[in-house]
C-alpha cells in the first residue's frame, strides 16, 4: 500500500491516529451527482464502463472525507454472470427472469471466470487502485443472500421457496452453495488482483435464519470460502443484517473482520465474538434522517463503547437508505467529520 491507511490499520488491530469510517452505499442516490449520471446510464450501465464505475466509486471519497472506498457494483452483477438474465426495477430491486428451482437448473450456472465474463470490473478496480488515496474494498454477495434471489427471483419477505429448497433437498442445497462459493472465491481473488485492498462478503438476508440452521446449511460453506480466501492477506469483511445471534457463528467462518448491524449494543458485539476480532458497525442507518443532536448522540455512544480496544471500524448497522426526500449529503459530511475530530482527539489523551 502505497500509503497510511487507517482502515488497514484498524484491520490489522493496530494503532490508529482517528478512527476510520466508510458508509454502506455510500455512493447512491441520496447523492445529486450520481442521480444526475443515473439519469442518464442504468446501474448496469455504470458498472460496464469503468470511466463511470470510478466516478462513482471516487465521488464519496472526495466529498464526504472516507477513510475507504467500496467498488460501486452490486451483488446481482456476478449472478448474471452466472448466466441468469436479471433487471433492477425501480421501487422493487432485483428481478431474475429465470429463477433457480431444480437441479438442472443449478447445473446450467456458470462458475464463470471474471477475466473473460466481467472484465470491465477488473479494468474499474485497476483505474480506482491507481488514483485513489485510500484503500478500495471490493465485495461479493454471500451464498445464502445470492441464493435467496436467484431461488426467489425478486426480494423476499420470508423466504420460503429458499428454505424449502434448503430444508427438502440438502445434496442439492449444498451443491448450489457450494457452486456460489466456487464463484464467490474467483471473483474476489480476481478483485483483489486487480487491486482491492480488502474484500467484503455481504449477507445481508442470512439473518432470516435460525442458528441451528445457519450452522448446518451455511457455516460449512462460508468455512471453506473464508479459508480458500486467506492467503489473499487482505482483511475479509462479512456482514449480515439482523445477525445478533449468528456474530458467534460468523466468528468461526474464518472472516477477519466481522460488521455488525445496529440492533446490537457494540460492546456488546465485540464481548460475544472476542476482542481478537475487528469489528464494522453499526449506526442505525435511518438516524442519518434525523436531528444532529440525536445522530450525534448515538454515534459518540457508539465510539464510546468500541474503541478503548484497536480494531473498530466506524460504519452504519446496513446501507443509507434511500427515501424521498434523500439523506443530506452535509450530514455525512459532518458525520465523518464528527467521527475524525472526536476520536483523533480522544485516542491523543
Ligand atoms: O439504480 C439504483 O441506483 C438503485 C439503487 C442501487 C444501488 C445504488 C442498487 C439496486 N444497487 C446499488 C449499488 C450497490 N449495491 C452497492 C454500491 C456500493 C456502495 O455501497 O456504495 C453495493 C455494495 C450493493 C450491494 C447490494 N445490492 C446488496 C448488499 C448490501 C445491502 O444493502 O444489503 C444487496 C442486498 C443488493 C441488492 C439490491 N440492489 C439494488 C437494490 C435496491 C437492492 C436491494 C433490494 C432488496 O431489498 O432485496
Not at 436479471?86 to 431474475?96: A, R, T
Request: aromatic letters at 10%; glycine letters at 6%.
Amino acid at each position: 500500500m502505497p500509503f497510511e491507511s487507517t482502515f488497514l490499520q484498524a484491520c490489522a488491530r493496530q494503532p490508529v491516529p482517528h478512527i476510520p469510517v466508510w458508509y454502506m452505499r455510500q455512493a447512491g442516490r441520496y447523492q445529486p451527482e450520481y442521480r444526475a449520471i443515473r439519469e442518464k446510464y442504468t446501474l448496469v450501465e455504470i458498472c460496464r464502463q469503468p470511466e463511470l464505475c470510478y466516478e462513482v466509486t471516487k465521488l464519496p471519497v472526495t466529498q464526504l472525507g472516507v477513510d475507504a472506498a467500496i467498488l460501486f457494483s452490486d451483488i446481482m452483477i456476478p449472478i448474471g454472470a452466472m448466466g441468469l438474465d436479471f433487471e433492477i426495477k425501480e421501487s422493487v430491486g432485483p428481478l431474475i427472469a429465470n429463477p433457480v428451482r431444480s437441479k438442472a437448473d443449478i447445473d446450467r450456472l456458470q462458475v464463470f471466470d471474471p477475466e473473460e465474463k466481467l472484465p470491465h470490473v477488473l479494468r474499474s478496480i485497476e483505474l480506482l487502485k491507481n488514483d485513489l488515496t485510500v484503500p478500495l474494498i471490493g465485495f461479493t454477495g454471500a451464498p445464502f443472500t445470492l441464493a435467496s434471489y436467484m431461488i426467489e427471483g425478486r426480494p423476499s419477505r420470508n423466504y420460503i421457496r429458499t428454505k424449502q429448497l434448503m430444508w427438502s433437498d440438502k445434496t442439492l442445497w449444498k451443491s448450489l452453495l457450494d457452486k456460489l462459493g466456487a464463484m464467490i472465491v474467483r471473483y474476489a481473488k480476481a478483485q483483489v488482483a486487480a487491486g482491492a485492498a480488502a474484500i467484503q462478503l455481504f449477507d445481508s438476508w442470512v439473518g432470516n435464519l435460525s442458528v441451528a440452521d445457519y450452522r448446518e446449511y451455511i457455516l460449512p460453506t462460508m468455512k471453506d470460502i473464508f479459508s480458500a480466501l486467506k492467503d489473499t492477506g487482505v482483511p475479509l469483511i462479512y456482514f449480515g443484517v439482523q445477525t445478533g445471534e449468528l456474530l458467534t457463528s460468523f466468528a468461526e467462518t474464518g472472516a477477519t473482520v466481522i460488521g455488525v448491524d445496529w440492533r446490537v449494543p457494540i460492546r456488546s458485539a465485540r464481548e460475544r465474538i472476542g476482542y481478537e476480532f475487528p469489528v464494522q458497525g453499526n449506526l442505525d442507518p435511518i438516524l442519518l434522517f434525523a436531528p444532529w443532536e440525536a445522530l450525534e448522540r448515538r454515534t459518540r455512544e457508539i465510539l464510546d463503547e468500541s474503541m478503548d480496544k484497536p480494531g473498530f471500524i466506524f460504519n452504519l448497522g446496513h446501507g443509507v437508505t434511500h427515501n424521498d426526500p434523500p439523506v443530506a449529503v452535509e450530514t455525512l459530511q459532518r458525520l465523518t467529520e464528527f467521527i475524525h475530530n472526536y476520536t483523533s482527539d480522544k485516542l491523543r489523551r
